[in-house]
Structures are given as structure tokens and as C-alpha cells.
């Protein structure tokens, strides 16, 4: 009786400590966005409003230090991010299929394997540090198409795993089924496969979606000061004014717990870790 | 047997007298050319200057082969290059812990709060890191929310609050952020331990240290290297967090330096010096990851 007790009581303990562990951070993030005046020491501020927050979405006029305005921005980001999505799953959904149904020889499949893994193994900045250098000798640096290139191989691993698992969970013997009774390779993939890998390969799409507009370092070398995507201005806010910087990450954080939420299940634990390096 | 259906298929072709000669030079080829693209971009984008960071790391400013890079780098980023690997082995070996103890507790309790820590904590997964940073400037700032509760709790001098732009807030981005990641994976080990082992373990008069060390903990080996290793390895090339939390402070780590080595001082020499010392620093485990997840095979 006693040590279900003391039990209870260590578990809602460790729950109070989860929970402002958690939650704080994130909450400092809320209430800085709507902090009009907060001096140190009060608790709370003394006046809140969504001043920011219109000034931030443009519907009011700025005229404070370090404003930003997060629509273009936000457009960018998301223009940048269909874009790469369309490319990248373009790009990966052959190379998933071959690699998972095609037979390929052992050593050639092995080298295509490592070169796959590398970029998840190694850090990326130096390697994103020689892309600005190469990209300086086309022009491609401080360009959006130069961005797209940086988003394309930061996504394109972790697309061609997610698409090449989706397509190695389907039976062959479905596929192999609809050629039996005469159908060409392309039309038993167009008719079976695919619409039975289409949650994988949805998934994978939104994945490399949010790792677009999430990407960090690479936009920040090869982008900067020129294409502002929207963590660009998170980073340049966070320097001049908390304000507007909590607004721009609220902004940055709601499709990424939106959409995560929604495909989370159709992804292995060990992708997720890729996100928003 | 599925080459056996093959071949069979093949032969049937054969006997319908479908064009046997082309379908199968073009079934050959098929899938280099669906992986080509993939390839190349991988290739030309990402192994290409992965290689020229080893390569630049060894040209001097005036062109030549030298090892000026090396000496110019430990002589101004040796503490840095130390920083660095500190604060990411103690911030792994923190979350790894930490991990460990709340996956244990989120496999063995059955409470409704339980449940909700169960579901909770996933969350730090999803934000990208400069969204984290931004975050943790605000709540661990000297004014921030969390001096402010410290000082509520009389455990601080509200006059002089601790300082966290350092090792200690980096340490506490890190953790907050990938710890969450280690539970999602040795979580999912651990509930592939049936509960009879647990159930055999307590009949014997185990009690819940022995649970963990001598049952949860050995076989789940694997998965637990395979987290270590991951958050290792993105924690040390990690720039977003600790440019922005520490990036005009010293020490910092080296990813902040490369960026001001690029930025500053156009010094591309150094920075991938610098660059193949954080490659160093993960070679051990980026071999060991890559090695098991090519045995494991990537995608099955």
C-alpha cells in the first residue's frame, strides 16, 4: 500500500519535470511573441498584444528596429520547397524502386549503399562550404536555383531510403502477378505498386518538404545574403529583436509538428533524426 | 523461388513469342538508368566536394601543397576543436542516459501519465534546430524564463542570474533536442522484448536495476550504438544551435569556426581543415553506423 504511494508520487514527480522540461522553452517562445513591454524581474509581462505578430504577417505597417516581414520570406520557402519536393521524389522514386526490385549487382549496389549513407553519417558544412565555392565559379551562389541544389541533395538520401523501404514492404509477388496475365513492367508499377506505396511515398514527399524549409546551413552558405528563406530570417531577427524572431519560429514550427504528426507513422525511427540539421 | 517464377515467366514469354531480345537487354539496363540521376546528383553535389574538403584542407593560401592549413588550425582552434568534442560527448552521453531511463520507464509503466509522456515527448523531434535556437535564447537567457523560476524558487539571486550562452546552455539545447530521438528508438527495442523475459526476470527475484542492466539494456546493444551514433554525429556538425546561441562568444565549436573562417576572412584553407577534423572526430562511429546499417540492410 505504501509503495504504490511512494510510487504515484515518483511518477507524478518525473511528470511535473517532463512537463516543464518540455513545455518551457516552448512557452518562452509564446509569450516573448506577444510581449509588448516585459521588464525584469515580473513574472508576466506588463503588456501584451499581437502588435508582432500583425507587423510580422505585413497587415500593419512597421516602423521598428530590426522588423521583419515573414510573407516574402514564407513564400520563398515555400516555393523553394515544392519545387525540391518535385525533383527530389522525381529523382528518387526510380532510384528507390530499382534499389529494393531491381536486381543489381552486389558490388555496384554496395558503392550506390555507402554513397547513400555518407552524408547521414559525415557532417554536411564542410561539404556545403565547397558547394559555395564550386556554385561562386557558375554563379549559382546567392541564387534560388543554387538554394533548390543545396535543398536537392540535403533531401534526396533520406528520400530515396524512405521510397526504396516502401517499395521493399510489397510483395514481388503482386507485381509479378499482373506481368503473368501480360501487363508490361511500367503498367504492373503504374497499376499495383504504386498505388499501393502511395502512403510511403506521400510521406516521404511532406519529409522532404519540411527538411526544405527547415534547412539551415546549407542556405546559409550558398544562399545568403540574397536568398532569405524563412529560417534565414529567423536568424537574422534572433540578433535584433526577440520579438519578431519568436514570431518567425512559431511560424517555422507549426508545419512541422502539423504535418509530422500526420506522417509519422509511415517513416522508421531512425529518418526523423535527419530533421532540421 | 522467385527466380525460379522468373524464369518461368521468361520461358512463357518465350513460348508466346513475345520479343524475347529487347525486353531483356532493356529489363538489363533498367536499373542503372533509374538510379542514374540520383547518383549523379550525389556524386556532383555532395561526394565531389566532400573529396575537395580533404583536398583544399592541404593547399596553402599561396597554392601550394603544404600543411599550413594544420598548423594555422591547432595553433588558433585547438581549444575549439576540444570544446567541440567535450560539449558532444557529454551532451550524447546525457541524453543517452537520460534516454535510456525514460524508455525504460515508458516500457515497464502502464499509468495514464505514462501514456501522456508517451505521446509528449516526440515533440523536440520535429522542430528543426533554429527554431530550438531561438528557443533556447529566449529561456535560458540572463533575464530568460528560466532565471525567472530559479529566482521565484529563492535558488538563485535574482540580482545575478546564471549565465547559460556557454557549455551548459549548448549542453541543454542538445539534450532537449535529440534526447526525445534516442527514446523513439530504444523505445521501439525495447518493446520488441517480450514482457514473459521481464515477467521470468521478476518470478526470480529480479529487481528493476537488474531488469535494466541485465535484460533491457544487453539486448537492445544494437539499437542503443545506433542512436548513440547518430546524435553523435549530428550534434558534432551541428551549426544552426551553437552559432546562434554562443557565435560571437570563445570558445566556440567548430562549426561556428569554419563559418567565420569563410566569412570573415574568405580562409577556405582553414575552414576545411577544420572540416576534415570534425570528419575525424566522427570516423569511428560514421564507420561503425555505415558498416551495420549496410549489414542490416538500409531499407527491409
Same mark, same amino acid.
Given at each position: 500500500?505504501?509503495?504504490?504511494v511512494?510510487?504515484?508520487?515518483?511518477?507524478?514527480?518525473?511528470f511535473?519535470?517532463?512537463?516543464f522540461?518540455l513545455f518551457?522553452?516552448?512557452?518562452?517562445?509564446g509569450?516573448?511573441?506577444?510581449?509588448?513591454?516585459?521588464y525584469?524581474?515580473?513574472?508576466?509581462?506588463q503588456?501584451?498584444?499581437?502588435d508582432?505578430?500583425l507587423? &510580422?504577417?505585413?497587415?500593419?505597417?512597421?516602423?521598428?528596429?530590426?522588423?521583419?516581414?515573414?510573407?516574402?520570406?514564407f513564400? !520563398?520557402?515555400?516555393?523553394?520547397?515544392i519545387?525540391?519536393?518535385?525533383?527530389?521524389m522525381?529523382?528518387?522514386?526510380p532510384a528507390g524502386?530499382?534499389l &529494393?526490385?531491381?536486381?543489381?549487382?552486389?558490388?555496384?549496389?554496395?558503392?550506390?549503399?555507402?554513397?547513400?549513407l555518407?552524408p547521414r553519417?559525415?557532417?554536411q558544412?564542410?561539404?556545403?562550404?565547397?558547394?559555395?565555392?564550386?556554385f561562386?565559379?557558375?554563379?549559382?551562389? +546567392?541564387?534560388v536555383i543554387?538554394?533548390?541544389?543545396?535543398h !536537392?541533395?540535403?533531401?534526396?538520401v533520406?528520400?530515396?531510403?524512405i521510397?526504396?523501404?516502401?517499395?521493399s514492404s510489397?510483395p514481388?509477388?503482386?507485381?509479378?502477378?499482373?506481368?503473368?496475365?501480360?501487363?508490361?513492367?511500367?503498367k504492373?508499377?503504374?497499376?499495383?505498386?504504386?498505388p499501393?506505396?502511395a502512403?510511403g511515398?506521400?510521406?516521404? &514527399?511532406?519529409?522532404?518538404?519540411?527538411?526544405?524549409?527547415d534547412?539551415?546551413?546549407?542556405?546559409?552558405?550558398v544562399?545568403l545574403?540574397f536568398?532569405?528563406t524563412l529560417?534565414?530570417?529567423?536568424y537574422?531577427?534572433? +540578433?535584433?529583436?526577440?520579438?519578431?524572431?519568436?514570431?518567425?519560429?512559431?511560424?517555422?514550427?507549426?508545419?512541422?509538428?502539423?504535418?509530422?504528426?500526420l506522417?509519422?507513422?509511415?517513416?522508421? &525511427?531512425?529518418?526523423?533524426? +535527419?530533421?532540421?540539421? | 523461388?522467385?527466380?525460379?517464377?522468373?524464369?518461368e515467366?521468361?520461358?512463357?514469354?518465350?513460348?508466346?513469342?513475345v520479343?524475347?531480345?529487347r525486353?531483356?537487354?532493356?529489363?538489363?539496363? *533498367?536499373?542503372?538508368?533509374? %538510379?542514374?540521376?540520383?547518383?549523379? %546528383?550525389?556524386?556532383?553535389?555532395y561526394?565531389y566536394?566532400?573529396l575537395a574538403s580533404?583536398?583544399?584542407?592541404?593547399?596553402?593560401?599561396?597554392?601550394?601543397?603544404?600543411?599550413?592549413n594544420?598548423e594555422?588550425?591547432?595553433?588558433?582552434?585547438?581549444?575549439d576543436?576540444?570544446?567541440?568534442?567535450g560539449v558532444?560527448?557529454?551532451?550524447?552521453?546525457?541524453?543517452?542516459v537520460?534516454?535510456? *531511463?525514460?524508455?525504460?520507464?515508458?516500457?515497464?509503466s502502464?499509468?495514464?501519465l @505514462?501514456?501522456?509522456?508517451?505521446?509528449l515527448?516526440?515533440?523536440?523531434?520535429?522542430?528543426?534546430f533554429?527554431?530550438?535556437?531561438?528557443?533556447?535564447?529566449?529561456?535560458?537567457?540572463?533575464h530568460?524564463?528560466?532565471?525567472?523560476?530559479?529566482a521565484?524558487l529563492?535558488l538563485?539571486?535574482?540580482?545575478?542570474?546564471?549565465?547559460f550562452?556557454?557549455?551548459?546552455?549548448?549542453t541543454?539545447?542538445?539534450v532537449w533536442?535529440e534526447?526525445?530521438?534516442?527514446? *523513439?528508438?530504444?523505445?521501439?527495442?525495447?518493446?520488441m522484448?517480450?514482457d514473459?523475459?521481464?515477467?521470468?526476470?521478476?518470478?526470480?527475484?529480479?529487481?528493476l536495476?537488474?531488469?535494466?542492466?541485465k535484460i533491457?539494456?544487453?539486448?537492445n546493444?544494437?539499437?542503443? *550504438?545506433? @542512436?548513440v551514433?547518430?546524435?553523435?554525429?549530428s550534434?558534432?556538425?551541428?551549426?544552426?544551435?551553437?552559432?546562434?546561441?554562443?557565435g560571437g562568444?570563445?570558445?566556440v565549436?567548430?562549426?561556428?569556426?569554419?563559418?567565420?573562417?569563410?566569412?570573415?576572412?574568405?580562409d577556405?584553407?582553414?575552414?576545411?581543415?577544420?572540416g576534415?577534423?570534425s570528419?575525424?572526430?566522427v570516423?569511428?562511429?560514421?564507420?561503425?553506423y555505415?558498416?551495420?546499417?549496410?549489414r542490416?540492410?538500409?531499407?527491409?
Open positions: 500500500m505504501q509503495k504504490s511512494l510510487r504515484k508520487s515518483i511518477e507524478i514527480i518525473i511535473i519535470v517532463f512537463i522540461f518551457a522553452p516552448l512557452l518562452s517562445l509569450i516573448w511573441s506577444v510581449a509588448l513591454r516585459w525584469w524581474p515580473h513574472t508576466l509581462p503588456k501584451i498584444g499581437f508582432y505578430w507587423q &510580422a504577417l505585413g497587415i500593419t505597417k512597421s516602423l521598428t528596429l530590426g522588423a521583419v516581414n515573414v510573407i516574402p520570406a513564400l !520563398l520557402s515555400l516555393g523553394i520547397g519545387i525540391v519536393v518535385i525533383i527530389t522525381a529523382i528518387a522514386t524502386y530499382a &529494393a526490385k531491381l536486381k543489381i549487382p552486389a558490388l555496384l549496389k554496395g558503392i550506390i549503399l555507402i554513397l547513400f555518407l553519417a559525415f557532417p558544412q564542410p561539404v556545403f562550404v565547397n558547394l559555395m565555392l564550386m561562386n565559379k557558375i554563379g549559382l551562389t +546567392g541564387t543554387g538554394v533548390i541544389f543545396v !536537392l541533395v540535403v533531401s534526396l533520406y528520400a530515396v531510403w521510397t526504396a523501404s516502401t517499395f510489397i514481388p509477388e503482386l507485381e509479378e502477378a499482373a506481368r503473368s496475365v501480360g501487363a508490361s513492367r511500367l504492373a508499377f503504374l497499376r499495383i505498386t504504386l499501393i506505396s502512403p511515398l506521400i510521406a516521404s &514527399a511532406v519529409f522532404v518538404f519540411l527538411t526544405s524549409m534547412e539551415f546551413t546549407g542556405t546559409f552558405f544562399g545574403p536568398v532569405t529560417p534565414m530570417t529567423l537574422s531577427a534572433s +540578433g535584433s529583436n526577440i520579438q519578431f524572431a519568436s514570431v518567425t519560429a512559431i511560424l517555422l514550427l507549426i508545419p512541422s509538428i502539423l504535418f509530422m504528426v506522417i509519422q507513422r509511415f517513416l522508421k &525511427a531512425e529518418y526523423l533524426g +535527419g530533421m532540421g540539421g | 523461388m522467385t527466380n525460379n517464377l522468373r524464369s515467366l521468361v520461358v512463357r514469354e518465350n513460348e508466346t513469342g520479343g524475347v531480345e525486353p531483356r537487354s532493356y529489363t538489363n539496363i *533498367l536499373p542503372y538508368i533509374l %538510379v542514374f540521376p540520383a547518383v549523379m %546528383v550525389i556524386l556532383l553535389l561526394l566536394p566532400f580533404f583536398w583544399k584542407s592541404f593547399i596553402s593560401k599561396e597554392g601550394v601543397l603544404s600543411l599550413a594544420y594555422k588550425t591547432l595553433r588558433l582552434y585547438r581549444y576543436i576540444l570544446f567541440t568534442l558532444t560527448v557529454l551532451s550524447t552521453l546525457i541524453a543517452t537520460l534516454s535510456i *531511463l525514460l524508455a525504460v520507464y515508458l516500457r515497464l502502464k499509468s495514464w @505514462a501514456n501522456r509522456i508517451g505521446i515527448y516526440r515533440l523536440p523531434i520535429f522542430l528543426p533554429v527554431v530550438v535556437a531561438q528557443m533556447m535564447r529566449s529561456f535560458l537567457a540572463p530568460g524564463i528560466f532565471n525567472l523560476f530559479l521565484k529563492d538563485i539571486n535574482i540580482e545575478n542570474p546564471l549565465q550562452f556557454n557549455w551548459t546552455g549548448l541543454f539545447g542538445f533536442k534526447a526525445p530521438f534516442m527514446i *523513439l528508438i530504444i523505445l521501439a527495442g525495447f518493446q522484448i517480450d514473459s523475459y521481464i515477467e521470468a526476470a521478476k518470478s526470480v527475484g529480479a529487481k536495476p537488474q531488469i535494466i542492466t533491457l539494456i544487453p539486448m546493444k544494437p539499437t542503443i *550504438l545506433i @542512436a551514433t547518430l546524435v553523435f554525429c550534434l558534432i556538425g551541428c551549426f544552426s544551435f551553437p552559432y546562434m546561441l554562443i562568444k570563445t570558445p565549436t567548430i562549426t561556428v569556426d569554419i563559418a567565420h573562417r569563410v566569412n570573415y576572412f574568405g577556405y584553407g582553414v575552414a576545411n581543415a577544420l576534415v577534423f570528419y575525424i572526430m570516423s569511428f562511429l560514421a564507420i561503425y555505415i558498416r551495420s546499417m549496410m542490416k540492410g538500409l531499407y527491409d
